[in-house]
T-cell receptor
Framework: DTGVSQNPRHKITKRGQNVTFRCDPISEHNRLYWYRQTLGQGPEFLTYFQNEAQLEKSRLLSDRFSAERPKGSFSTLEIQRTEQGDSAMYLC??????????????FGPGTRLLVL | GNSVTQMEGPVTLSEEAFLTINCTYTATGYPSLFWYVQYPGEGLQLLLKATKADDKGSNKGFEATYRKETTSFHLEKGSVQVSDSAVYFCAPHSGGSNYKLTFGKGTLLTVNP
């Protein structure tokens, strides 16, 4: 069990550029979540996948944001035309799927985005 | 939707002091409850969890009991260490079909030697 991994760990970009983040969940975990955390706040839910299907998107996820999980394994989160307000830590989590303890989410180290 | 109210920080304690971080929540149904810890510059690590009323989660000397009647899940530790300095988040999951977590603002704990 190698845990959830995220790449890159840090990203600095200029306003208006596109960025893409990758998340590799724990193998055999069916569910994958993306959260966003701004300074001094708790993480906020962005979107959720069950295998390759994106089943829910938060209102926080504007049309500049898109997430995919093409083969039900790794996921990517793309932000187009970045804005300074997008600066945050983007966290990925995965879980086995099911109920009770199987629904425990395990988080990756996050990708910290800074938009200049 | 769910909401979480956590004890506001920062909390500063001396090593070996007793720790309590209060957490109350509102949720539909009976969600599983979690405490996560975040060390500086890192992602969230699961600290402990409880899946039903009166369950006690415990790990690394930390404990929390699922109190359905008061919708609370307070975190306690009898003797804190400097290495416990971190931000602590209480989070119920939403139940239903997506189990997304709802986080409080977090409580910053600083333990001094």
């Amino acid at each position: 069990d190698t845990g959830v991994s995220q790449n890159p760990r840090h990203k600095i970009t200029k306003r208006g550029q596109n960025v893409t983040f990758r998340c590799d969940p724990i193998s055999e975990h069916n569910r994958l979540y993306w959260y966003r955390q701004t300074l001094g706040q708790g993480p906020e839910f962005l979107t959720y996948f069950q295998n390759e299907a994106q089943l829910e998107k938060s209102r926080l996820l504007s049309d500049r944001f898109s997430a995919e999980r093409p083969k039900g394994s790794f996921s990517t989160l793309e932000i187009q035309r970045t804005e300074q307000g997008d600066s945050a830590m983007y966290l990925c989590a995965s879980s086995l799927g099911g109920s009770g303890l199987k629904e425990t989410q395990y988080f990756g180290p996050g990708t910290r985005l800074l938009v200049l | 939707g769910n909401s979480v109210t956590q004890m506001e920080g920062p909390v500063t304690l001396s090593e070996e002091a007793f720790l309590t971080i209060n957490c109350t929540y509102t949720a539909t149904g009976y969600p599983s409850l979690f405490w996560y810890v975040q060390y500086p510059g890192e992602g969230l690590q699961l600290l402990l969890k409880a899946t039903k009323a009166d369950d006690k989660g415990s790990n690394k000397g930390f404990e929390a009991t699922y109190r359905k009647e008061t919708t609370s899940f307070h975190l306690e530790k009898g003797s804190v260490q400097v290495s416990d300095s971190a931000v602590y988040f209480c989070a119920p999951h939403s139940g239903g079909s997506n189990y997304k977590l709802t986080f409080g603002k977090g409580t910053l704990l600083t333990v001094n030697p």
